[in-house]
């Protein structure tokens, strides 16, 4: 028996070893670390942006041979179980169910304690009896012929939208869903512990919770509905009474600070677009998917977490920070924004015109608009600079203190050195002060981490990296052609001299003609005046054995990342000797464009 104690002290738990061994063989570790991490295959290898810490170049690797995760950054690592016990925090028991579930694997009751038991069949009765309630509530829509116009006619929702997210009516009344519920054979005490229904303090009568309201159910990974969002009809006079939103409470099925509307049906496409679109309600989610964005996501009637946040890096690296064109909207960004890139997110902000949501902006202009107003969106500190400096233009030196007050969190958030260096570089240079005049301000309350130290480079010597690969492409030019290809390295090479040399490479081998060692010396020579010692040093670096084949992928990681710093280097230092606050703020823009860029 393959026994363990449970985490949380239940007691003894025990599964056959040989149920553990049929997951494992039936459960493909690559499709369940897939759900949650967006892989590239690289050889025998799987990588991808590390789930348990903030990273920008994949750190994390699975080798599904081996049916292992590992990864370099956080050291984080094991089998499949220990992937879905980090990722859902769960215990191993835990774990081995979900798993047990998804391999089509039965295990054993009796081996769930009984306190295990009763929380398993709970939750499932709690879903059970959400899934029933939607399914209610939709019927109800069907007969609701003004609720229906309104979705439709004012809001523009297609029935496909209205179908796809299985959105419904809640008919005013106090016995509606408690009648329909009874009538199931539902336990009271589980509905009124979802809020879909409530007790009435004083003579403990039992009621709908909502009445009179447009709802969106929360689906949660494998379409489980969590809980519901309802919208009060301000067209149904009876019942005017009430916030205009309504929220499921917490519940054992439902978290409030870590589930995303929109977030189960988009997941796939947030990976694959590697961003998400945040708004802030539920019909702003359904219309910008309507719009062609299928990456919008929103929180369910409370402030973004670092819990939301987290979810979010697990699947891209890039938010677009997209809500309601009105102060508590500019509000609510400037917070998202802030939690965000703490996280490690890069952020963007679509500024929508005053009074506007995505939804009514996308009505009115066109899908293609809003699509055009989310590609171009500006990074959140470029933005928030450009407003805080129109707002205290004019204003002398306060106005300049309160500008650099206004970007301050935005710029202390980031957390790459590198990428807050440039963009403290620029913010300085678009407000007209010294470098170190804003880090000093910034770093008045808070010690700003010093910037990574430039790598001391050697005149006359060449990237590491840079040479390996011009080695590999000796030796293997099909291969490095494909791969410098594949992932538009060939322009990367930072050394005017190599890069000679694999330009010749690539035509060398695209025309069908032959390349050796002299040949690219030629070519550096060509290039760049190259003096004796240099050519002999080349020479043999060219010739010589390389000690340790290193994956050619790596390789080319390696020779992006630095690509990538040393373009952020060059732009730091354009932007500083810029005098032209107008190529200021578009080297800017080019540096965060650089930075949002993931290797
Ligand atoms: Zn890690």
Redesign the pocket.
């Known amino acids: 028996l393959f026994s363990l104690r449970d985490s949380k002290g239940a007691g003894l738990v025990q599964y056959p070893a040989e149920k553990i061994a049929e997951i494992r063989d039936r459960i493909n570790i690559e499709q369940v670390v897939g759900r949650s991490v967006r892989l590239t295959r690289r050889g025998q290898r799987l990588l991808g942006l590390?789930?348990?810490?903030s990273?920008k170049t994949p750190?994390?690797q699975v080798s599904p041979d081996k049916g292992l995760y590992h990864?370099?950054?956080?050291?984080?690592g094991g089998d499949v179980f220990k992937f879905v016990q980090e990722l859902e925090g769960v215990d191993f028991p835990q774990a081995v169910r979900l798993l047990a579930d998804q391999a089509g694997v039965q295990l054993p009751q009796e081996d769930e304690s009984p306190r295990q038991r009763e929380e398993r069949t709970k939750r499932d009765r709690l879903f059970a009896m959400n899934d029933a309630a939607a399914t209610y509530y939709e019927k109800m829509l069907d007969r609701a012929p003004d609720a229906m116009r309104y979705l439709t006619e004012e809001r523009g929702l297609t029935k496909i939208a209205i179908k796809e997210f299985r959105i419904g009516w809640a008919p005013p009344g106090w016995q509606n869903l408690a009648d329909f519920l009874a009538q199931k054979g539902f336990p009271v005490e589980d509905a009124l512990e979802l809020g879909l229904l409530g007790r009435s303090p004083k003579e403990g009568r039992i009621y709908d919770r909502l009445r009179g309201r447009v709802i969106f159910p929360i689906e949660v990974p494998g379409g489980l509905i969590a809980g519901f969002g309802a919208r009060r009809a301000d067209w149904v006079d009876t019942d005017k009474e009430g916030p205009k939103y309504l929220n499921s409470p917490e519940s054992p099925i439902y978290e409030k600070s870590s589930i995303l509307y929109g977030l189960h049906p988009g997941r796939d496409e947030i990976r694959k677009r590697r961003r998400a679109i945040m708004v802030e309600g539920y019909l702003d989610v359904v219309g910008t998917v309507m719009a062609g964005l299928p990456e919008a996501v929103a929180a369910c009637g409370t402030a973004l977490t670092p819990k939301h946040a987290k979810t979010l890096r697990r699947l891209a690296p890039e938010v677009i920070c997209c809500y309601d064109g009105d102060d508590a909207g500019r509000e609510a960004t400037r917070k998202a924004a802030e939690l965000l890139l703490s996280e490690g997110l890069s952020v963007r902000v679509v500024e929508l015109p005053e009074g506007e949501d995505p939804d009514s902006f996308a009505q009115k202009q066109g899908a293609e608009s809003l699509k055009k107003l989310v590609d171009e969106a500006p990074s959140a500190i470029d933005l928030f600079l450009r407003r805080a400096r129109a707002a205290h233009a004019g204003g002398g030196v306060a106005g300049t203190t309160k500008a650099m007050e206004a970007v301050k969190p935005l710029i202390l958030a980031i957390k790459d050195p590198l990428e807050r260096d440039v963009s403290i570089a620029a913010c300085a240079r678009q407000l007209g002060i010294g470098e170190a005049t804003l880090r000093k301000h910034l770093s008045s309350r808070e010690p700003l981490p010093v910037p990574r130290p430039q790598p001391q480079t050697r005149a006359l010597s060449f990237p590491v990296v840079e040479t390996e690969l011009l080695k590999l492409l000796l030796e293997s030019p099909a291969e490095v052609v494909q791969a410098l290809g594949e992932r538009a390295a060939r322009n990367a090479f930072t050394s005017p001299a190599i890069q000679a040399a694999i330009d010749a490479g690539v035509v060398a081998h695209e025309t069908g003609a032959s390349f050796d060692a002299p040949r690219a010396l030629e070519a550096m020579q060509r290039a760049v005046d190259l003096d004796e010692a240099t050519m002999t040093s080349l020479r043999q670096t060219l010739v010589d054995a390389r000690p340790e084949k290193e994956d050619l992928s790596a390789c080319v990681t390696r020779l992006l990342k630095a690509h990538k710093e040393h373009a952020l280097r060059e732009l730091k230092k354009r932007i500083e000797q810029e005098t032209n606050p107008d190529v200021v703020r578009e080297l800017a823009q080019e540096a965060s464009r650089l930075m949002a860029m993931r290797i």
Do not use: L, R
Not at 50 to 53: G, S
Not at 71 to 76: R, T, Y
């Open positions: 590390c789930p348990f810490h990273e750190s994390f990864c370099f950054g956080c050291k984080a």
